[in-house]
């Protein structure tokens, strides 16, 4: 069993809808979370960036954090196609050390 | 903040070759990474530089590959005697934040290794 688990997808979704992604892990020592995305052929764009277990609003995206359950999500609001991309759910350990542990991603597509 | 630059966003090279890649990270920030990514799977840690310091290394980074950041300032990722299994796209990502502080790290476009 990988530590971070994501569904690859594809996700197909029309024009407005509300999206969730979502990851699973295994280790309770990861602390922080983050979602990124990424356009075919360029680097991973920070989205979203959580600690506690709760809600976290930015525009569009929510970011929701469960750790009792080791379960994160990402609702996309309002969905467009610009919004088509992979969404990549990583998470760090509260260490000395910050390296990123990422899932499989899992690509989006929104058609108009 | 101009952002992570990496340097070649491409680069073709035949097995057994040398090939060396540059890092740019925002200027402000003493912390750098570089991961690596293959095709439809998330970045994979390699290894990690607070200021000029290589502090941790991943046991995907062999003894071909070989990082440094002079100065703390800019990074350089070599991979000497390429093999097939190389090819894949190598990020940088950077960060701000002192020993032990978890800052969110921010990447850039990559280079795309590809080898013949």
């Known amino acids: 069993q990988k530590e971070v688990e994501q569904d690859p997808g594809p996700l197909s979704v029309p024009e407005g809808a509300i999206v969730s992604l979502n990851c699973t892990y295994s280790n309770s020592a990861f602390q922080y979370f983050m979602w990124y995305r990424q356009y075919s052929r360029k680097g991973p764009e920070l989205l979203m960036y959580?600690?506690?277990?709760g809600n976290k609003e930015d525009g569009r995206f929510t970011a929701q954090v469960d750790k009792s359950s080791k379960y994160i999500s990402l609702f996309i609001r309002d969905s467009q196609p610009s919004d088509s991309a992979t969404y990549l759910c990583?998470?760090?350990?509260?260490?000395?050390?910050?390296?990123?542990?990422f899932g499989k991603g899992t690509m989006l597509l929104v058609s108009p | 903040d101009t952002g992570v630059s990496q340097n070649p966003r491409h680069k073709i090279t035949k097995r057994g070759q040398n090939v060396t890649f540059r890092c740019d990270p925002i200027?402000?920030?003493?912390?750098l990474y570089w991961y690596r990514q293959t095709l439809g799977q998330g970045p994979e840690f390699l290894t990690y530089f607070q200021n000029e310091a290589q502090l941790e290394k991943s046991r995907l980074l062999s003894d071909r590959f070989s990082a440094e950041r002079p100065k703390g300032s800019f990074s350089t990722l070599e991979i000497q005697r390429t093999e097939q299994g190389d090819s894949a796209m190598y990020l940088c990502?950077?960060?701000?934040?002192?020993?032990?502080?978890?800052?969110?790290?921010?990447f850039g476009d990559g280079t795309r290794l590809s080898i013949l």
């Open positions: 990502a950077s960060s701000s934040g002192a020993t032990g502080g978890n800052q969110p790290q921010h």
């Open positions: 990583a998470m760090i350990m509260n260490s000395g050390y910050s390296t990123l542990t």
């Open positions: 959580t600690y506690s277990s």
């Open positions: 200027s402000e920030h003493n912390r």
